[in-house]
């Protein structure tokens, strides 16, 4: 069916049903950010393809919330449907729950799948609809219409290898029953994936770009239980799983163990990473904790040895990188035709000679001048440009290693730039050092730092729409929480930056029409020191890849901001040069050489 089709068909099954709004949020029986193609319903309904979205479809409209990164992409997937692009945080512009109950009259009924929406989602739909009357239906209607929906994923589940793991299941099923405990819980319900993979050890390739597989895993003090499709775990695994104590069940029968559970239980969930559905038949007897996994944490605070096989996975992607970009800059340079997709070609190529490279961690971003002004911006063979030997070309692009995740975006000037292009390059990275340089006390937040990315910017009257930065998984997924740099939040809880914690940097800044500018690196949180004061924490900057100093204004550039440039450089080529020869070596070299010489 075309996505006008299935608008119309939905519709009448809606009218069928007596529904007046049914909400398709992007989501999946999990949470995910990065879906399954199973429960891409959104992007199956309305043809908007980016990875965060809201559609709300009535009788009469029809619209699809998301925010400033996919705002340019939305209108051009949605031109010519009837559905409505819906600004999300923009001033004056009302979310989608706000506006529904604004419009609909008491009695109204208002669906959404129960397995797409989580505990804590359900409380605030019924929050913003009981006080107006409105009903909830959780019913999946476009399930019901969706004939050619795919299956579940069949790919395999595997044992990570332990050469990289740093850890046993049995400690990492230990740590997870201790704190259990320690919340007063009997039972702990996870459905998060990176979270399940991580306490097993196991991984898959159930979602793009991300190392995890469909699953829930159930565990008491004694047993746990991994539910997964069947037929993905092969004998020998499920006897080394056995060995550790964990038993397998079909993925579908979670909800009936969950009712199964004893009347007497305490069962612990995150209620925004446990779906609805999950717990439909959880017996009422049953005390629901609900809080944050303990997993999440453990997982975000990466061990010596982590961080150590991390180190060494950023200096083989480094390689890769420069041998990427010099291909890149040379070819436009001499007059070859290359493209934004040729650019992730080259890019993936190169990160695939690497050893213990696995896939991509995301979709390549590659725009070129205007395009660069897009932050999630994706070239498709119908929606990409030309390289020329002029302007600005953005580059953000990820591997997953065994030994690691990386995530960096670079800025290079593919020939003649223009003063403004060269102002914000450059106001940009120095928002970006001057967070690398920060010094911060223990307990202090994201929140707390993102002002020092934007200052420069602010000095200028400019600012980006976008967090500053994300947790970063150890052969998982590339973004992860707990943590994130981002402005505050209203009662947005402020979660500490800890030793061993995994966090982008990006400050960006994007000129519709004209060209964007994002400088990434992955940094680890470390201590610092210690003072009369208390401790303090600090940064090491994981990420090695030179910055692109040809389009740089070094008198926007403080001597701090110089100083940590030329240090950052000098360990680049010392690090990288003893991996490359030949050309890629000079380009290196060129590309490193002190601003001072």
């Known amino acids: 069916m075309t996505h006008h089709t299935s608008l119309r068909h939905l519709r009448s099954h809606m009218n069928a049903r007596g529904v007046a709004a049914c909400i398709v949020p992007t989501a999946d029986p999990h949470l995910s950010e990065y879906l399954p193609a199973r429960w891409k319903t959104r992007a199956w309904l309305s043809g908007f393809s980016g990875s965060a979205g809201t559609l709300v479809v009535g009788g009469d409209f029809a619209g699809l919330w998301t925010d400033s990164r996919y705002f340019e992409q939305a209108e051009r997937e949605l031109a010519g449907s009837d559905i409505a692009l819906m600004k999300q945080r923009v001033a004056h512009a009302p979310e989608h729950l706000a506006w529904l109950s604004a419009r609909l009259h008491a009695g109204a009924k208002v669906s959404i799948a129960a397995d797409m929406l989580s505990l804590a989602g359900a409380r605030q739909l019924r929050a913003t609809f009981d006080p107006v009357g409105i009903e909830l239906l959780l019913e999946d209607l476009p399930g019901a219409i969706w ?38 819980a009997t039972h702990h319900l996870i459905s998060s994936l990176d979270d399940i993979a991580w306490i097993t050890l196991l991984r898959g390739s159930d979602v793009e770009y991300n190392p995890v597989f469909l699953a829930h895993l159930l565990l008491d003090a004694e047993r746990a239980t991994l539910f997964v499709p069947s037929g993905k775990i092969d004998p020998a695994l499920r006897t080394a799983l056995a060995a550790d104590g964990i038993i397998l069940a079909d993925y579908a029968d979670i909800t009936a163990a969950c009712a199964a559970l004893p009347a007497d239980a305490r069962l612990l969930v995150d209620p925004a990473r446990v779906a609805v559905a999950t717990l439909a038949a959880l017996p009422a007897s049953v005390q629901r904790i609900e809080a944050g996994n303990p997993s999440t944490a453990a997982k975000a605070r990466k061990s010596t040895c982590e961080l150590d096989h991390w180190r060494e996975v950023m200096a083989r992607d480094g390689a890769a990188l420069v041998r990427a970009f010099r291909q890149i800059d040379t070819r436009v340079r001499d007059g070859e035709q290359l493209g934004e997709m040729d650019v992730d070609d080259i890019v993936c190529a190169e990160r695939a000679r690497e050893a213990d490279f696995i ?8 725009g070129y001048a205007a395009n660069g002004a897009l932050p999630h911006y994706r070239a498709t063979p119908q929606h990409h440009a030309r390289l020329q030997a002029r302007g600005l070309l953005l580059v953000d692009s990820g591997g997953q290693y065994l030994g690691g995740t990386t995530d960096i975006t670079r800025v290079w000037a593919l020939g003649e730039t223009t003063s ?3 102002e914000d390059f450059t106001r940009v990275l120095a928002g970006m050092i001057a967070l690398s340089r920060a010094r911060f006390p223990a307990g202090a937040s994201g929140p707390q730092l ?23 998984g150890y ?11 981002r402005p505050p939040v209203p009662g947005g809880a402020l979660v500490a930056l800890e030793p061993g914690m995994v966090t982008s940097i990006e400050p960006g800044l994007y000129r519709p029409g004209r060209h964007g500018v994002r400088h990434e690196n992955l940094a ?74």
């Open 450 to 472: 993102d002002a020092l990315a934007r200052a420069p910017l602010w000095a200028a009257g400019c600012d980006y729409g976008h967090g500053t930065g994300h947790g970063v």
């Open 359 to 366: 896939a991509p961690s995301f979709a390549t971003i590659a």
């Open 475 to 485: 052969f998982l997924n590339v973004h992860e929480g707990p943590q994130g740099i």
């Open 524 to 597: 680890a949180t470390r201590t610092s020191a210690q003072s009369e004061f208390g401790s303090f924490l600090e940064f090491e900057t994981l990420t090695l890849c030179p910055f692109d100093t040809r389009p740089l204004e070094p008198t926007l550039l403080d001597a701090a901001a110089r100083a940590w440039l030329d240090a950052y450089h000098a360990r680049v080529r010392a690090i990288l040069a003893p991996r490359l020869d030949g050309a890629d070596r000079d380009w290196l070299e060129a590309r490193c050489a002190p601003l001072t010489a």
């Open 420 to 422: 403004e292009e060269r």
């Open 147 to 184: 004939s050619t929906r795919p299956a579940l994923p069949t790919a395999p589940i595997r044992a990570y290898d332990p050469a990289f793991a740093c850890a046993t299941r049995g400690a990492r099923l230990a740590s997870t029953r201790a704190a259990l405990h320690d919340a007063g």
